[in-house]
């Protein structure tokens, strides 16, 4: 998978960053993406468009099915996100 997907969404306020700290700051928890988009203020679209791509990089993980809803959740420290966009994409990323 080349990274023009991830690549795509890198800057501060962007959805991606938004549901990344959402995330973060939530940690523990697995929320389905109805629930992220409520939260976040994200489109459900938008998020259903950057959850595969998420999962390619192990950025977050489908925890369960509850019903018809996927759950997704993150173990990863901002740290370790922020090194892995690195990696893939030679930018440098910070998640606050």
């Not at 938004?18 to 459900?44: A, C, F, H, P, W």
Request: aromatic content about 10%; overall charge positive; some cysteine.
């Amino acid at each position: 998978m080349n990274h023009d997907g991830l690549e795509r969404y890198l800057y501060e306020g962007s959805p991606l960053f938004k549901l990344i700290s959402y995330l973060l700051k939530n940690k523990g928890y697995d929320y389905s993406v109805s629930e992220m988009s409520r939260q976040t203020g994200v489109s459900r679209g938008k998020i259903d468009r950057m959850i595969p791509v998420l999962l390619g990089y192990d950025i977050v993980v489908k925890s369960r099915c509850l019903g018809k809803s996927d759950m997704y959740w993150t173990e990863l420290t901002a740290e370790q996100i922020a090194r892995r966009i690195e990696l893939i994409t030679g930018q440098r990323w910070v998640v606050v």
